[in-house]
Nanobody, 122 residues
Framework: QVQLVESGGGLVQAGGSLRLSCAASGNIFSINTMAWYRQAPGKQRELVATITSSGITNHANSVKGRFTISRDNAKNTVYLQMNSLKPEDTAVYYC????????????????WGQGTQVTVSS
């Protein structure tokens, strides 16, 4: 009912930048919290950043000052601007969206993007 499509991943050198995008589409009534997670090989998935419907953001300490989450409500899109990338940022990045869809009954669900690979070389 709701689909998330991620883009923007790739291979960069340490100190470089990438901008990830995640666009939501489908039968959407409203979108609440949007977030980015990441998972490196052999490690658990971790929360990177969140942004509420009112624009309040929160970033993990490991990325604070380097990454910035933002959203464009008109496009149902969430972004993650990543600067000063480090090799330890290498991971698959997933967007997550809490969305409400009209229907009988109206439903609120949590949706995940397909993941996009970010690789930072030293």
């Amino acid at each position: 009912q709701v689909q998330l499509v991620e883009s923007g991943g790739g291979l960069v050198q340490a100190g470089g930048s990438l901008r990830l995008s995640c666009a939501a589409s489908g039968n959407i009534f409203s979108i609440n919290t949007m977030a980015w997670y990441r998972q490196a090989p052999g490690k658990q998935r971790e929360l990177v950043a969140t942004i509420t419907s009112s624009g309040i953001t929160n970033h993990a300490n490991s990325v604070k000052g380097r990454f910035t989450i933002s959203r464009d409500n008109a496009k149902n899109t969430v972004y993650l601007q990543m600067n000063s990338l480090k090799p330890e940022d290498t991971a698959v990045y997933y967007c997550n969206v809490v969305a409400k869809s009209p229907g009988i009954p109206i439903t609120t669900r949590n949706y995940w993007g397909q993941g996009t690979q970010v690789t930072v070389s030293s």
